[in-house]
């Protein structure tokens, strides 16, 4: 790791240096000498960091989603009322939630009904 950085840093000195002497030459210009640095420098580092960084979060977003599991098995074996053998939890029952399963109808409105 410690290799691709040295080498990253090395490729944008290199970078500048070219802007730079696009920047002072008679025939350059300080939008040539960005667009130098940005296209030769930024892009191709930002594109090599990003490729070289993917295994390390592929591995995190596992551990993530590992811990995520055992956050959830935890929390499952703590919950009160869940019984061997028994995929049900107290929080999955039917109407267990604050909201009632339908809500009624006043008592002043007709059925809707096909007309004869």
């Not at 802007?19 to 300080?30: K, M, N, R, Y």
């Not at 640095?37 to 580092?45: A, E």
């Not at 995190?60 to 028994?86: D, F, W």
């Not at 939630?97 to 009904?113: I, L, M, Y």
């Amino acid at each position: 790791m410690f290799f691709v950085v040295i080498v990253a840093l090395a490729w944008l000195y290199v970078a500048l240096m070219m802007a730079l002497a696009e920047a002072t030459s008679p025939v350059g210009s300080v939008l040539g000498a960005i667009v130098t640095f940005v296209g030769y420098g930024v892009l191709p580092v930002a594109l090599v960091s990003y490729i070289l960084a993917t295994p390390a979060r592929r591995r995190a977003r596992k551990a993530a989603e590992r811990a995520a599991a055992a956050a959830i098995a935890q929390a499952s074996a703590l919950q009160p009322g869940v019984e061997a053998g028994n995929e049900r939890t107290s929080a999955a029952q039917p109407d267990a939630g604050s909201e009632p399963a339908a809500a009624t109808e006043a008592a002043g409105v007709a059925p809707v009904r096909k007309e004869p």
